[in-house]
Antibody, heavy 119, light 108 residues
Framework: QVQLVQSGAEVKKPGASVKVSCKASGYTFTSYYMHWVRQAPGQGLEWMGIINPSGGSTSYAQKFQGRVTMTRDTSTSTVYMELSSLRSEDTAVYYC????????????WGQGTMVTVSS | QSALTQPASVSGSPGQSITISCTGTSSDVGSYNLVSWYQQHPGKAPKLMIYEGSKRPSGVSNRFSGSKSGNTASLTISGLQAEDEADYYCCSYAGFYVFGTGTKVTVL
């Protein structure tokens, strides 16, 4: 079945970086975009950016420009999201979400990865 | 880019219909028929309920329907059931993606 499996929870200190992985299975990896969305505790959803696994092109939300990097490994059908210069406000659950090429929506979601930033 | 505006909470009794609004601007909701809606139960990942304003993905109950008028999109849940109690988020394409503030639906 189609699924996205993310890496486990992380605890980081302020100023550090975190890299979260999202492994896709059950479909053709390069046929769908992948988005990253985060949710701070008790807060709403926030779109971070998109990667095209086919060519690796990316587009990031203005808020995260310069701090986020999305990459992919087609050999393992895995996408990565790295966020640098972490601060306490980055404490959140980070989700990868699949984006069909002919829809503007997120049809399959990973289980989420909790990232805690604390000194 | 500001979040789309949703009511903080909406409630209804089993069997009733409720509607959740999602108000944006002429730069997002008003410009594109690309609003999607997500249901999120506590501690779970969001689930796609409606895309492109009014289309339901396979497997989503036809009790869920979407519409749009001007800068406001709406999600209607008919025949409210206990399992519908969750948070709901709208999302619009605007050259990038912007989510709504979220609405907690309570089944009385």
């Amino acid at each position: 079945q189609v699924q996205l499996v993310q890496s486990g929870a992380e605890v980081k200190k302020p100023g550090a970086s975190v890299k979260v992985s999202c492994k896709a299975s059950g479909y053709t990896f390069t046929s769908y975009y992948m988005h990253w969305v985060r949710q701070a505790p008790g807060q709403g959803l926030e779109w971070m950016g998109i990667i095209n696994p086919s060519g690796g092109s990316t587009s990031y939300a203005q808020k995260f420009q310069g701090r986020v990097t999305m990459t992919r490994d087609t050999s393992t059908s895995t996408v990565y999201m790295e966020l640098s210069s972490l601060r306490s406000e980055d404490t959140a659950v980070y989700y990868c979400a699949r984006g069909p090429r002919n829809w503007d929506a997120f049809d399959i979601w990973g289980q989420g990865t909790m990232v805690t930033v604390s000194s | 880019q500001s979040a789309l505006t949703q009511p903080a909470s909406v409630s209804g009794s089993p069997g009733q219909s409720i509607t959740i609004s999602c108000t944006g601007t002429s730069s997002d909701v008003g410009s594109y028929n690309l609003v999607s809606w997500y249901q999120q139960h506590p501690g779970k990942a969001p689930k796609l309920m409606i895309y492109e304003g009014s289309k339901r993905p396979s497997g989503v109950s036809n009790r869920f329907s979407g519409s749009k008028s001007g800068n406001t999109a709406s999600l209607t849940i008919s025949g409210l059931q206990a399992e519908d109690e969750a948070d709901y988020y709208c999302c619009s394409y605007a050259g990038f993606y912007v989510f709504g503030t979220g609405t907690k639906v309570t089944v009385l």
